[in-house]
């Protein structure tokens, strides 16, 4: 089974940061920074930290597994995060130099409904998830701690 691991990345701001994904022929939509996680990761959690790392040159801090997403071959594992540091000009990861993957454009969006509601968050389910989480105002308080 394939295993990835994302980020729901809380700023000091109470903010989000999302990637803008352009591609040809695709209408835009935004992911949450993350990635695959590989044979040479002591964890999931160590994956998503070099993910963070490969893909907005980032520090954060782990707060708890947030949601799950299987399907019959792969797993998506959200873990809600405090972000320290990024910087999207020093990104490293192979797939900013791969011909034909589109742009990938790093964005702050507010912690809110309407923030979300302004975007097309893939997948769904994690918007979802997220709309409901931002409605009981879990998540900014709990990303502050």
Do not use: C
Not at 34 to 42: F, K, L, N, Q, W
Not at 75 to 93: C, H, K, N, P
């Amino acid at each position: 089974m394939n295993e990835r691991v994302r980020a729901v990345l809380v700023t000091a701001d109470d903010t989000m940061l999302v990637i803008r994904r352009a591609k040809p022929d695709i209408p835009v939509y935004w992911v949450l920074p993350g990635g695959g996680v590989e044979p040479r990761d002591e964890s999931r959690e160590a994956a998503l930290h070099r993910e963070i790392h490969e893909e907005i040159a980032g520090k954060a801090d782990v707060v708890r597994l947030l949601h799950t997403m299987e399907s019959d071959d792969d797993r998506q594992l959200f873990y809600l995060a405090r972000i320290v540091t990024w910087s999207f000009e020093d990104r490293t990861g192979p797939e900013f130099s791969a011909e034909g993957r589109g742009e990938y454009a790093l964005e702050e969006i507010p912690l809110t409904v309407e923030g979300l509601d302004g975007i097309d968050l893939k997948p769904e389910e994690i918007a979802h998830v997220l709309r409901g989480a931002i409605s009981a105002g879990a998540l900014g308080a709990e990303a502050a701690r």
